[in-house]
């Protein structure tokens, strides 16, 4: 399927399986320098009968797409975040309508950049999502209010190695996740900021065991 500039992003989105009752839809988001083809393959690894909803970021760093601006590396434009994250909630209530998904089951799959946004998606606007798998994930902005999270379930994925991720920030995260009253998952990888297939494989295993799952094809 080619991508669409419909809805305000450059997009791809790939149906459910035919026959699957009340599908999920995985929400992907790339990583600084990926596009809406990236993150694809892990969809269909993570969930193969899920319909996917793969972005590409608006802001351009040096050529390399992005879902928000940042000051240096680690550190954030924190208004364009915001910015950013609105605009992203309105397009998921607009591709929710074009493409008739349901937001109750609407989980994002997002790594580096693409984990910050969809971790301020979270702080933000908490309801537009079931579920969510953050690899890489950092503190992108402390919350003014503690938001109900109590629906959600997230699993945080952390490189023991990284290099890029400041050392303590995915575990804030979590737990600041874990106080609004989400059930959070923390797994972690021997390496860096690279994606590895033991990270796949151990949100693979926490996908089919969402509480949510019961009554939804796999």
């Given at each position: 399927?080619?991508?669409?500039?419909?809805?305000?992003?450059?997009?791809?989105?790939?149906?459910?399986?035919?026959?699957?009752p009340h599908p999920v839809t995985?929400?992907?988001?790339?990583?600084?320098?990926?596009?809406?083809?990236?993150?694809?393959?892990?969809?269909?690894?993570?969930?193969?009968?899920?319909?996917?909803?793969?972005?590409?970021?608006?802001?351009?760093?040096?050529?390399?797409?992005?879902?928000?601006?940042?000051?240096?590396?680690?550190?954030?434009?924190?208004?364009?975040?915001?910015?950013?994250?609105?605009?992203?909630?309105?397009?998921?209530?607009?591709?929710?309508?074009?493409?008739?998904?349901?937001?109750?089951?609407?989980?994002?799959?997002?790594?580096?950049?693409?984990?910050?946004?969809?971790?301020?998606?979270?702080?933000?606007?908490?309801?537009?999502?079931?579920?969510?798998?953050?690899?890489?994930?950092?503190?992108?902005?402390?919350?003014?209010?503690?938001?109900?999270?109590?629906?959600?379930?997230?699993?945080?994925?952390?490189?023991?190695?990284?290099?890029?991720?400041?050392?303590?920030q995915p575990e804030q995260l979590?737990?600041?996740?874990?106080?609004?009253?989400?059930?959070?998952?923390?797994?972690?990888?021997?390496?860096?900021?690279?994606?590895?297939?033991?990270?796949?494989?151990?949100?693979?295993?926490?996908?089919?065991?969402?509480?949510?799952?019961?009554?939804?094809?796999?």
């Amino acid at each position: 399927m080619p991508p669409s500039e419909d809805l305000g992003f450059v997009h791809k989105f790939v149906p459910a399986k035919p026959n699957v009752p009340h599908p999920v839809t995985l929400l992907l988001l790339h990583g600084t320098g990926g596009d809406e083809n990236d993150l694809l393959p892990l969809g269909k690894e993570l969930w193969p009968s899920a319909a996917l909803l793969s972005m590409r970021g608006k802001v351009l760093e040096n050529g390399m797409p992005r879902f928000f601006r940042r000051i240096r590396e680690g550190v954030f434009d924190i208004e364009d975040l915001k910015f950013r994250t609105d605009e992203l909630a309105q397009f998921l209530d607009a591709a929710s309508k074009e493409y008739n998904f349901s937001k109750e089951k609407l989980i994002a799959v997002g790594y580096s950049n693409g984990a910050n946004i969809a971790a301020s998606l979270i702080l933000q606007h908490p309801h537009y999502l079931a579920a969510a798998i953050l690899f890489r994930v950092m503190m992108p902005s402390t919350p003014e209010i503690l938001r109900d999270f109590s629906h959600l379930s997230i699993f945080i994925g952390i490189g023991e190695r990284d290099s890029i991720v400041p050392r303590g920030q995915p575990e804030q995260l979590a737990g600041l996740f874990e106080t609004g009253g989400a059930a959070v998952a923390l797994f972690r990888h021997r390496g860096g900021h690279e994606l590895g297939a033991d990270d796949v494989q151990a949100a693979k295993t926490w996908l089919s065991e969402l509480k949510f799952r019961k009554g939804v094809g796999a």
